[in-house]
């Protein structure tokens, strides 16, 4: 018999290996705007938007001073945080350029719209929102049609600064 996960279950959050505490600290903060919510001695930190405990978790248990994963090797992809709306994407992404971060990638899904980037230690990071789920194409089978449209970035970012 298979087993089915509850429609409810939902990722808690991504605890990633970094190289420099201190430096991952300083990206997830001032690039991406979340807070440290705890700090877990010399080697670890939690950290959120708004009140939730965490949403990420970095770490250099195991490596402190280490070189980036090569891309062709397993592992994370990316981690995606979903903002509420395309406003608030767009002031995000603006932010991400404005911070000089390469944005190496950026789509129209048809559900939603992302944008592409890594982190300093090289993790790939998506910054994503939704559509309403009424505006998805799904097909006479219920599968829903998703599709890798390109995104205009600069409009994005002006949404957001409009809104």
């Known amino acids: 018999m298979s087993y089915t996960a509850p429609a409810e279950t939902r990722v808690g959050h991504v605890h990633l290996k970094v190289s420099d505490l201190e430096r991952s600290i300083a990206f997830y903060r001032d690039v991406l705007g979340f807070h440290v919510t705890l700090r877990y001695g010399e080697n670890a930190a939690f950290m959120a938007a708004g009140s939730y405990h965490h949403h990420l978790g970095l770490n250099t248990w195991e490596s402190l001073g280490?070189?980036?994963?090569?891309?062709?090797?397993?592992?994370l992809y990316h981690a995606a945080f979903v903002y509420p709306?395309?406003?608030?994407?767009?002031?995000?992404v603006g932010q991400v350029r404005a911070s000089g971060v390469n944005i190496y990638g950026a789509a129209d899904h048809g559900v939603s719209q992302a944008v592409y980037f890594?982190?300093?230690?090289?993790?790939?990071?998506?910054?994503?929102w939704d559509r309403d789920p009424t505006l998805w194409n799904v097909d006479s089978d219920g599968v829903i049609e998703m599709v890798n449209s390109p995104l205009d970035i600069d409009a994005l970012i002006s949404d957001g600064r409009t809104a």
């Open 85 to 92: 709306d395309r406003a608030a994407l767009g002031r995000a």
């Open 66 to 75: 280490g070189a980036p994963s090569p891309k062709k090797n397993a592992g």
């Open 118 to 128: 890594d982190d300093p230690d090289g993790n790939g990071i998506e910054l994503y």
